[in-house]
């Protein structure tokens, strides 16, 4: 089992900045590709950004490409997603998610969430116009 805990949201304005952490435990945390995605109020959850095991590749929807930021550090096991330049739209509830990666894949990033093993709780997002 792994264990998936974000933190980092919160209430900000448009144009602002916010950076989101999500802390692993449980099993080698360099065994899994990380991502986030994130599930606006009434509608389904989409994909954000992900990152292979190694942060060698990385990927991002369309829509925060150039604003966000994946990145992780497998020394604390904690993956980070910095979010610049928040919009209205970007208000939603977080996800980060791991996926089983366990011959290290260096170009191996996890688009769907079908991909996923396991979820953390999610931490909320609200950006204010």
């Known amino acids: 089992q792994v264990q998936l805990v974000e933190s980092g949201g919160g209430l900000v304005q448009a144009a602002g900045s916010l950076r989101l952490s999500c802390v692993a435990s449980?099993?080698?945390?360099?065994?899994?590709?990380m991502g986030w995605f994130r599930q606006p109020q009434g509608k389904e959850r989409e994909f954000v950004a992900a990152?292979?095991?190694?942060?060698?590749?990385?990927s991002y929807a369309d829509s925060v490409n150039g604003r966000f930021s994946i990145s992780r550090d497998n020394v604390k096991s904690i993956v980070y997603l910095q979010m610049n330049n928040l919009k209205p739209e970007d208000t939603a509830r977080y996800y980060c998610?791991?996926?089983?990666?366990?011959?290290?894949?260096?170009?191996?990033?996890?688009?769907?969430?079908?991909?996923?093993?396991?979820w953390g709780q999610g931490t909320e997002v609200t950006v204010s116009s």
């Open positions: 998610g791991a996926a089983a990666d366990p011959f290290h894949g260096s170009s191996y990033v996890a688009e769907k969430d079908y991909d996923y093993d396991y």
């Open positions: 449980g099993r080698t945390f360099s065994d899994y590709a």
């Open positions: 990152i292979s095991w190694n942060g060698a590749s990385t």
